[in-house]
């Protein structure tokens, strides 16, 4: 076998180690597979006392199934038999007459979860990498290999489909609170605790009695329909047909994803065959070239950032950079403009660690790496210097003249300005060369893309650092030329401006939001409007749009009148503990979603044309992961050559 070893220990212990050839990581590829029969194979001849499948990686256990050979499905012929192929042999590994045991160190997702699911145990080792998942919905497909057969049986309905509708990972040690692994251990007796557990002949994990009712009708209905009032606020089913998928087939096929009609809307064929699906894996691979960019500077590891302003973006982005490992320094002019930072972070973190036993601990280093600093000391240590001050071009001048001066030679430089001439701040610099963009968006935890913006003095070397500096705070980065808006506000703003004018026109922003919503945007241009702030927008839109157009007047007006949205809790809408107060939208006239959505397409089209990002994909990857942008379209421009809109 190219990518197993069998091994056999004294106690009669069969030991498989996945380590597939030519890859970094596992991935169940139709050789992965079938090379895994042939060991079942071998083990039916032969058969051990156990055995247990553990990786020969460094990192991680099992990705998943080849998502490359996703894109040679162009059949649903050969979707049902991919399907049909991991489906059977994990049968026939649950079925094996001897014990078997998944030994799970990092990442487990997708079919390599379902492969622990068919054994009879599940050791995890206490490890922050380790993880199970079953992602697949977020590919627009279902976990067909028994996912949905056996994680229901083993945490129990609810649970199994939280986690299979939402692709979250699961923690070793949430695993073994929830039954999902049997035993959480930590790596150093990691091999011996799996032959105990394996040798143990204790009973398989058994759900309680109600939880057990709970699989079957008719209290399993009760469970589906909560399952989709839920999947309901999230994601419409003509947009995304998987996670309806998921429920049906466990409530009615007993998760056996072939069982399904063809001919029903929930059946394989129809996900299969579905744009959703196809542009759903395009993603995928359009995150895959973004985060392909922290790759180019591989030498460049930095531990220590210096974020200048601790204002809305500068305060979050310290306190997420603390999170993800790095020393921070944070610096204001006062230390009361940097308390309420270290407040929020404190708050933040509390939230990210609060089902943790040792969440205290854990906040504790996470705060101590966040450290104030009004004097400005970290600029001499620093490896990556972050100015989020407010946007003033002279205060960004003066303010990098004197960082250039301290900072170490080799320390990145950067600004996280939004409206200004990245080429004009690098003036005040001895060297412009260093100067590079990182721009953040708000909120900074939630959005997952950086622009790294590339002026036309700085040098090909700094852009590639920056990048590598974003893939290590797990951002994905996006190069992108300084131009006014770079590529995501350049493509919000015409398309906020004209949500607003339809407002100017008469229509409530309800039925505005309710036309995007209905086209597939997470949140109406309205809402995000408030919630950006109107006084951020409006600054936005004027330095985009430079004089030619007015601010629409109720924009003009609510500013004026200090009602700048979500913060202020008041804007276009009213706002409750954070949350907008709607009426309901009423009917949505035809084709506004077509006029909101037109003015960002012609963008975007500008934006590739002008070569401000390097090509479509990206632009279409940017957008996506910059605004939201309804990801089963593929992106915008996708969205445009498949709909010759
Ligand atoms: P903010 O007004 O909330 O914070 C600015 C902070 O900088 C204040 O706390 C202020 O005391 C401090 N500051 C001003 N001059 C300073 C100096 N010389 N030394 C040290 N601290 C100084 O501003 P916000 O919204 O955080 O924006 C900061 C930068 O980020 C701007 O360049 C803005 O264009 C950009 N940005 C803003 C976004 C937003 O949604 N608010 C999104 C992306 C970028």
């Known amino acids: 076998m190219k990518n197993w070893k069998l091994d056999r220990d004294a106690d009669g212990i069969a030991w498989a180690t996945l380590d597939k050839a030519e890859s970094s990581t596992n991935v169940l590829s139709a050789e992965v597979m079938a090379e895994l029969a042939q060991l079942l194979d071998i083990c039916d001849r032969e058969p051990p006392k156990a055995l247990i499948f553990r990786s020969g990686k460094e990192a991680g256990f099992i990705a998943g199934a080849d998502i490359e050979e996703f894109t040679t499905l162009d059949s649903p012929a050969k979707g049902r038999a991919l399907v049909q192929r991991g489906w059977d042999l994990y049968n026939r590994l649950a079925a094996v007459p001897y014990v078997t045991l998944a030994l799970v160190r990092g990442h487990c997702m997708g079919g390599g979860t379902e492969l622990a699911l068919a054994c009879t145990y599940r050791v995890a080792v206490d490890e922050p990498g380790t993880k199970f998942a079953l992602p697949e919905v977020m590919l627009g497909i279902v976990p067909g290999w028994g996912g949905m057969l056996r994680l229901p049986q083993l945490v129990g309905p609810a649970a199994a489909l939280d986690i299979m509708l939402t692709g979250k990972g699961i923690d070793a040690k949430r695993a073994k609170r929830m039954g999902l692994a049997d035993e959480c251990v930590p790596p150093r007796v990691m091999e011996n605790a799996a032959r105990m557990v394996a040798l143990s002949g204790r ?244 959005m997952p893309l950086v622009e790294v913006v590339q002026g036309a003095t700085t040098d090909d070397a700094t852009a590639k650092k920056a990048a590598a500096f974003v893939r290590k705070i797990d951002k994905l980065p996006l190069p992108v030329k300084d131009a006014p808006g770079f590529l995501v506000n350049a493509v919000l703003a015409p398309y906020m401006l004209e949500a607003m004018r339809c407002v100017e ?108 990002v390097a090509d479509a994909d990206l632009a279409d990857g940017g957008v996506i992961f910059g605004t939201g942008f309804a990801p089963f379209t593929g992106g915008p421009m996708n969205y445009i050559k498949s709909t010759g809109a």
């Open 505 to 612: 026109e008469g229509l409530s922003p309800e039925t505005v939001d309710e036309a995007a919503l209905a086209f597939g945007m997470p949140m109406g241009p309205i809402e995000l409007a408030d919630t950006v702030g109107l006084d951020v927008a409006m600054a936005a839109g004027k330095s985009l749009a430079a004089g030619v157009t007015e601010a629409p007047k109720k924009l003009a007006d609510l500013v004026a009148a200090g009602n700048l949205g979500r913060k202020t809790g008041k804007g276009f809408y009213a706002y409750e503990k954070g949350k907008a107060v709607k009426a309901p939208a009423g009917s949505v006239p035809a084709k506004l979603a077509e006029r909101l959505v037109g003015p960002l397409l012609a963008a975007t089209q500008k934006c590739v044309a002008g070569g401000i």
């Open 203 to 446: 009973p398989r994990h058994q759900l309680p009695l109600m939880q057990r009712l709970m699989n079957s009708a008719p209290l399993s209905g009760i469970v589906a329909s909560q399952a989709r009032k839920q999947v309901a606020k999230r994601a419409r089913q003509e947009h995304y047909p998987a996670p309806y998928a998921i429920i049906d087939m466990w409530q009615n096929y007993g998760g056996n994803a072939l069982a399904v009609p063809a001919n029903s809307p929930t059946s394989l064929d129809a996900i299969i065959g579905s744009a959703t699906t196809r542009n759903l894996v395009r993603v995928f691979f359009l995150q895959e070239r973004l985060k392909s960019f922290g790759k180019e500077a591989a030498g460049f590891a930095p531990k220590r950032v210096h974020v200048i302003g601790a204002g809305v973006m500068g305060g979050d982005i310290a306190a997420w950079c603390a999170q993800r490992g790095m020393t921070v320094t944070l610096q204001d002019q006062k230390i009361e403009r940097i308390a309420p930072a270290i407040k929020r972070a404190a708050e933040a973190y509390r939230r990210k660690f609060r089902y943790d036993r040792d969440a205290d601990k854990q906040m504790r280093f996470v705060l101590d790496r966040l450290i104030p600093d009004p004097a400005g000391e970290g600029v001499r240590q620093a490896d990556v210097i972050i100015e989020a001050i407010f946007e003033n071009l002279d205060a960004k001048q003066a303010l990098f003249r004197d960082v250039e001066a301290r900072a170490k030679p080799d320390a990145l430089l950067a600004s996280n300005t939004s409206s200004l001439r990245l080429g004009d701040i690098a003036q005040a610099l001895k060297n412009p060369a260093r100067l590079v963009g990182i721009h953040f968006f708000n909120p900074v935890a939630k």
